[in-house]
């Protein structure tokens, strides 16, 4: 980022239906509130990534269960806007967090320069200063997709500390609620965009005539028209889901306070360490909340957890799942299943490299295997990786059982690049 450009801006690397914008553009474009407020927002570009998530059946072994994830992203100048009024609601929503004591509960979407380990290590920390405790750990379904828009507006308003939205920030408010969207994939079979190569000889996907024309005309738009949902993706899009919840977390707070704990809520999961014996309330009472929100309690996720000393030594009814961790009164340890995508990708990875390598033997006898992209991946010898943050973690929670979940991976990966060697 240079010294003209703002913190805001940022120049985006995807193509679209308009051409990427520079600072000066863009710095002219927010700064005219008319201009805003009569601003065309583009449709987003949506697609889907499939993933594999490990979930545990009845016999408690982990089986893979495909989970679709939308990803949707703003044409450019329309991303510009939305990080400028982020910047501006962020200012603002900072301040009412701090004028309401709320600033320790929300953790998510925050410049609070810490990260999950840090978030776990310090609600873990927590459980094991107060000894005998319960923790109730509870998710929201599909979170961003039940947002009730006028609940949402309400809250915009209040961050703002106006009656009505400025005309600017309706225009942005009704851009996100009565949002539209193409799939990307027609869009660019449409115009013979390659996926592989999207940017070849173009600015854009289209020009505005042609846009009109082949994407507005032609069926490839798909509103939303439900009173609820925002796209998940935007550069406000998870500002504006911490602002939705200001109220509910006021009220969290307050409930974990008379119950002698505390509450805190990482986008949409929520932790209460609270003393025995108010469980039930806390877990009737959230979930009653919540459905005033439009939202509803996951209750596949939901999780109550006794902790309490025996001898000296903190145990549990079951260990506390908590972004990615696991606590059972004594050791912190990455969750299993993350260790098990993690080696999946990882056998995966060598799988693939192995076929190329025989392909390439085919055709040269010296064609070697190379190892280096899969160590920078697959091990601590790369800079950012599982085995990366794992160590990390384990260092910041002191956590020895973590390096003992760790250790056996690097032997495995040398064992497996050995027998394709």
């Not at 990534?49 to 100048?77: F, M, T």
């Not at 990307?184 to 013979?192: G, I, L, N, P």
């Not at 003393?275 to 939901?302: D, F, M």
């Not at 050791?331 to 056998?347: D, E, P, Q, T, Y």
Request: aromatic share 10%.
């Amino acid at each position: 980022m240079s010294k003209d450009e703002p913190a805001w801006y940022k120049k985006r690397g995807y193509l679209h239906f308009d051409a990427p914008i520079g600072a000066a553009r863009a710095i002219k474009l927010v700064r005219n509130t008319k201009a805003v407020s009569k601003h065309a927002f583009y449709p987003l570009l949506r697609y889907e990534v499939i993933s594999k998530k490990l979930k545990r059946n009845s016999d408690g072994k982990l089986k893979p269960e495909p989970k679709i994830r939308p990803i949707s992203y703003a044409a450019h100048a329309d991303s510009q806007i939305y990080s400028f009024y982020a910047n501006q609601l962020a200012e603002a929503y900072e301040r009412k967090l701090a004028s309401l004591e709320l600033s320790e509960c929300v953790l998510a979407f925050r410049k609070l320069r810490k990260s999950n380990i840090e978030f776990a290590r310090d609600a873990f920390t927590e459980i094991s200063n107060m000894g005998r405790c319960s923790a109730v750990a509870i998710d929201i379904s599909k979170f961003f997709d039940t947002l009730n828009h006028q609940h949402l507006k309400k809250s915009w308003c209040d961050v703002l500390g106006e009656e009505t939205l400025p005309n600017d920030h309706y225009a942005v408010y009704k851009s996100l609620t009565k949002f539209s969207f193409c799939n990307r994939d027609a869009v660019y079979k449409a115009f013979q965009v390659s996926p592989s190569n999207p940017w070849n000889g173009r600015q854009r996907i289209c020009e505005s005539a042609e846009f009109r024309k082949r994407v507005r005309d032609s069926g490839l738009i798909t509103t939303n028209k439900d009173t609820f949902g925002i796209p998940q993706g935007t550069p406000i899009s998870a500002l504006l889901s911490n602002i939705y919840m200001i109220d509910f977390d006021q009220q969290m707070k307050a409930l974990a306070k008379e119950c002698g704990g505390s509450y805190r809520r990482y986008c949409d999961d929520m932790l209460f360490i609270i003393k025995r014996g108010c469980e039930a309330r806390v877990e009737s009472q959230a979930e009653c909340e919540l459905k005033k929100l439009g939202v509803a309690i996951n209750p596949k996720k939901t999780e109550v957890r006794q902790f309490w000393r025996y001898g000296g030594v903190q145990k549990a009814n079951a260990p506390l799942q908590y972004l990615g961790f696991t606590f059972d009164g004594q050791r912190i340890l990455l969750r299993s299943a993350a260790l098990a995508k993690f080696s999946g990708r990882m056998n995966k990875a060598i799988r693939l490299v192995s076929r190329t390598l025989n392909s390439q033997l085919e055709k040269d006898e010296k064609a070697r295997l190379r190892k280096k992209k899969l160590y920078e991946r697959y091990s601590h010898l790369g800079n950012r990786n599982f085995i990366r943050y794992g160590l990390r973690a384990a260092d910041k929670m002191q956590s020895k059982a973590i390096k003992r979940q760790l250790k056996p991976l690097w032997g495995k990966l040398n064992k497996k690049l050995d027998d394709f060697s």
